[in-house]
């Protein structure tokens, strides 16, 4: 490994480190470990460094590296019928018990969603991308990104209200 390669990798990298976890995190809740996808992303990065046309799109680049890493292994785990029903525990400093169970809530409502309208969502909503960056990473146009956003917020919304109104349905004996 050469030295210059790796300090050009953790001076693209450090910068971009919280969203890129964040993302992963939001990506696999629930299906993988967020870290594994962490590991597996940053290696393939740094082998097709020398491929990233700009270093303004590093972050870009991870992003479309860890979602093709995301659907090999989904693939993987359908072909072998693998079914990992394992909820990761999100470690959420700072925040109270309430906020804790409704993000729980979100992630796990969020599951339900097509991948497309998922990963539209994460990107947009909590990874804080442009409808033009999104699109990119997608491989779509920018009218199919804001449609995924629209029905991906209409159906998040419709799987939120259904679940709250069955528990306020539930009586206790």
């Known amino acids: 490994m050469s030295k210059e390669k790796q300090d050009r990798f ?3 990298y450090e910068p971009v480190h919280e969203r890129f976890e964040r993302f992963c995190r939001s990506r696999v809740y629930g299906d993988l470990d967020h870290e594994d996808l962490m590991n597996d992303t940053l290696l393939i990065a740094y082998d ?3 491929s990233l046309r700009s270093e303004s799109t590093f972050l870009t680049f991870l992003f479309g590296i860890a979602v093709r890493v995301v659907s090999n292994k989904m693939q993987k785990q359908k072909t072998m019928k693998l079914q990992n029903e394992h909820i990761e ?4 400093t700072g925040r109270d018990a309430q906020t804790q169970t409704d993000v729980q809530i979100l992630y796990e409502t969020m599951r339900r969603l097509p991948d497309e309208q998922r990963e539209c969502l ?3 909503e909590i990874s804080g991308f442009s409808i033009k960056e999104i699109a990119i990473i997608q491989s779509v146009t920018e009218s199919a990104v804001k449609q995924r956003l629209k029905r991906g917020r209409e159906k998040l919304s419709a799987l ?3 679940s709250t109104t069955m528990k306020k349905e539930v009586t206790y004996e």
Not at 89 to 92: H, I, R
Request: glycine share 0%.
């Open 48 to 50: 097709k460094l020398e």
């Open 10 to 12: 953790l001076k693209l």
């Open 89 to 92: 525990q999100v470690a959420w």
């Open 160 to 162: 939120l209200t259904n």
């Open 122 to 124: 994460l990107l947009f």
